[in-house]
């Protein structure tokens, strides 16, 4: 189990933190992504600060368990957001948002599993 929940929670903390970094550099497809939306390009930088805030605190639950699962907890709800903001403009893009979501679905799974608060 402990090989399982190093695995999830890494990989899930990895993809967080790439996309943390296309945010912050100040790429272009955040920022089309953004204005699809109809999300203010201001917020992009804030954005990118919660999922980087969100992948260092999956990786600071391995020291501090419950940070670990409050941060999983907050990615899952911002992928959900991410989702409806999609559908809410009828995009069909929504396949890199689902596999964001499953990944930190599954951190915070393995982790209330791991630490017996499932």
């Given at each position: 189990?402990?090989?399982?929940?190093?695995?999830?929670?890494?990989?899930?903390?990895?993809?967080?933190?790439?996309?943390a970094v296309t945010y912050l550099i100040?790429?272009?497809?955040?920022?089309?992504?953004?204005?699809?939306?109809?999300?203010?390009?201001?917020?992009?930088?804030?954005l990118?600060?919660?999922?980087a805030a969100g992948s260092l605190g999956l990786l600071a639950g391995f020291a501090v368990p419950?940070?670990?699962?409050?941060?999983?907890?907050?990615?899952?709800?911002?992928?959900?957001?991410?989702?409806a903001a999609h559908l809410r403009v009828r995009s069909r893009e929504i396949v890199g948002g689902i596999v964001f979501?499953?990944?930190a679905v599954g951190a915070l799974v393995v982790n209330l599993n791991y630490h017996g608060w499932a």
């Open positions: 189990m402990f090989a399982t929940y190093v695995t999830v929670t890494v990989v899930a903390s990895v993809f967080t933190a790439i996309a100040g790429h272009e497809y955040p920022k089309t992504q953004a204005d699809m939306k109809g999300v203010p390009r201001a917020w992009v930088p804030r990118g600060m919660c999922l419950l940070l670990g699962n409050l941060a999983a907890i907050g990615l899952v709800l911002y992928f959900v957001g991410a989702i979501l499953v990944t």
